[in-house]
């Protein structure tokens, strides 16, 4: 069984920063590509960031400049620096990875549970 759980999540002040950190543990074998979505009140979930087991970033032009993500992989975790926050980045932020999983050796995407981010005007 593969687990990922988010923490880092909060109460912010417009301008503030956050870090999420999304770790990943259970039956893993090799992680792949991880990365950070988000989902505000009535809207689709979006993409914020990806990072590839090297450590190659993608991020749609939208979210360039203010987030940052990054991983450790000897910790099986990722994260996202998030800075000059502002009332429209207020949302539920999931992580997610792309596992080998080490019994089963089948490859499936995992969610977490998502952690809340709520930027104050």
């Known amino acids: 069984q593969v687990q990922l759980v988010e923490s880092g999540g909060g109460l912010v002040q417009a301008g503030g920063s956050l870090r999420l950190s999304c770790a990943a543990s259970?039956?893993?074998?090799?992680?792949?590509?991880m990365g950070w979505y988000r989902q505000a009140p009535g809207k689709q979930r979006d993409l914020v960031a990806t990072i590839t087991s090297s450590g190659v970033t993608n991020y749609p032009d939208s979210m360039k400049g203010r987030f940052t993500i990054s991983r450790d992989n000897s910790k099986h975790t990722v994260y996202l620096q998030m800075n000059s926050l502002k009332a429209d980045d207020t949302a539920v932020y999931y992580c997610n990875a792309d596992i080998l999983d080490y019994y089963t050796h089948i490859w499936n995407t995992y969610w977490g549970q998502g952690t809340q981010v709520t930027v104050s005007s």
């Open positions: 259970g039956s893993i074998s090799i992680i792949n590509t």
